[in-house]
């Protein structure tokens, strides 16, 4: 699997891709539930966390990317 980071970083670096295509859902800790963001509203990712608005969050987070609605990536579930 490619690491999200990996991921993240082609949206943003390479220019055959728009980032405004993208969205970014991560798990809300505060809701307990998957929140969708838009890639271009991500305004820094340094470390381990992106910042969104006045918010870090962790890239564990994230689960899934969309390109235009359609899945193009998603963290594989942890077995036991």
Known sequence: MVPVRDVLSRIRWDKKEN???YEI????????????IRFKDISEIEGNF?????ASIPLHRIVKVYKKGKLVWERKAKSL
């Open 19 to 21: 980032p405004e295509d």
């Open 50 to 54: 992106m910042t969104v608005g006045e």
């Open 25 to 36: 859902a991560y798990i809300d800790r505060v809701l307990q539930q998957e929140v969708k």
